[in-house]
């Protein structure tokens, strides 16, 4: 009887583990095979795979894990394809993980043609990851090393459970523990958080690589005045000096804005950046290579004294390639 139960017990794990990876896999291979045909009908056959990374170009578990599972798929040999092998030769992860290539932006032309001279690729493999609490968005797309021309992209839905939870969990996790560590560390240097309008914070709470710039922020507080604060540092990774516009209000459409925990929206009065203030709706300002730049954002005061933030939204228009975008933060602890 005990024999029985036991291998009764060990099937239905068994089928649990593989409906779960049946889940993912089976979009995955079905990436496969239709992005597979399409290179190979384009004549590519060395390809580099990066990890997939999120909307603000972070590098998560989940990301490197399901770009892991993809290469594989991509080398079995005639198992996947109706046709026999479609000859595709992937770089190593270590290869290319030494390339140097962080995604903290889109892929430019001249980081395409570095990364074919060194390894003589044809097409880079890139994905995104949009997380949601009960499924995850994959988009895949092949380009073309030599044109930056896509040559195929697609979109899955991923269940968010098992295997893949379980990475993301350790991503939020690890982010959860360092902002508990930075804030116990402040807490214990003799009232170094007790800080005026006028003093920097040189923490960093978190931070976000988008549109190549570097955004950090350094912490939120309520001011003397009531109104909440936020301090942020920008530093322009781009290879020429840059003007980033910070928006108050873009067009009645696109707004810097902040929420508390209750879903209470505060709208931005007020920019501070290299010593300039706002003029009218948004504060211009060019951001030389590699420096530094010190920003404060001021809200409106609704009288609400609140210790966390749950979203901070900042508007952002890049003049030289004209875009509109935004880098937001969350669930951000209040400074004392």
């Known amino acids: 009887m005990k024999k029985k139960l036991w291998i009764v017990v060990t099937l239905f794990f068994s089928i649990l583990l593989i409906t779960e990876a049946n889940g993912y896999e089976k979009e995955l291979k079905n990436i496969a095979v239709k992005m597979g045909r399409k290179i190979a009908d384009s004549g590519k056959k060395k390809l580099a795979v990066f990890a997939f990374k999120d909307e603000n170009f972070q590098e998560k578990?989940?990301?490197?894990?399901?770009?892991?599972?993809?290469?594989?798929?991509?080398?079995?040999?005639?198992k996947i394809y109706d046709s026999a092998d479609l000859g595709f030769q992937i770089l190593d992860k270590a290869v290319t993980d030494s390339l140097g290539v962080n995604q903290e932006h889109n892929l430019t032309m001249e980081e395409l043609k570095e990364i074919?001279?060194?390894?003589?690729?044809?097409?880079?493999?890139?994905?995104?990851?949009?997380?949601g609490e009960d499924k995850i968005i994959l988009t895949v797309r092949t380009v073309d090393a030599e044109s930056g021309m896509v040559i195929y992209s697609m979109s899955v839905k991923l269940a968010n459970q098992g295997k893949l939870k379980g990475l993301i969990g350790q991503d939020e996790g690890k982010k959860e523990k360092k902002q508990e560590k930075e804030i116990v560390e402040d807490s214990n240097n003799d009232g170094a958080s007790e800080i005026s309008e006028d003093d920097f914070p040189s923490r960093i709470i978190d931070k976000k690589k988008i549109q190549g710039f570097l955004f950090e922020l350094n912490g939120c507080r309520i001011g003397d005045d009531e109104r909440?604060?936020?301090?942020l540092t920008f530093t322009?990774?781009?290879k020429i000096d840059y003007n980033l516009d910070i928006?108050?209000?873009?067009?009645?459409?696109?707004?810097?804005?902040?929420?508390?925990?209750?879903?209470k929206k505060y709208m931005s009065q007020e920019v501070e950046a290299a010593g300039k203030a706002l003029n009218l709706n948004s504060l211009r300002n060019l951001y030389v290579q590699k420096i530094p730049v010190q920003v404060k954002i001021y809200f409106e005061n609704k009288g609400s004294?609140?210790?966390?933030?749950?979203?901070?939204?900042?508007?952002l228009y890049g003049v030289h390639d004209y875009k509109q975008f935004f880098v937001e933060f969350k669930n951000i602890p209040v400074m004392k």
């Not at 578990?61 to 005639?78: I, N, P, S, W």
């Not at 003589?120 to 949009?130: I, S």
């Not at 004294?305 to 508007?315: A, P, R």
Request: contains cysteine.
């Open 61 to 78: 578990k989940v990301g490197d894990f399901l770009a892991g599972k993809l290469t594989e798929l991509m080398v079995q040999k005639g």
């Open 116 to 131: 074919r001279k060194k390894t003589g690729v044809e097409a880079v493999v890139l994905g995104t990851l949009k997380v």
């Open 228 to 231: 909440p604060v936020c301090y």
């Open 236 to 238: 322009n990774l781009k």
């Open 247 to 263: 928006f108050i209000d873009y067009n009645h459409r696109y707004y810097t804005e902040l929420y508390d925990m209750e879903g």
């Open 305 to 315: 004294n609140f210790s966390k933030i749950s979203l901070l939204k900042v508007c």
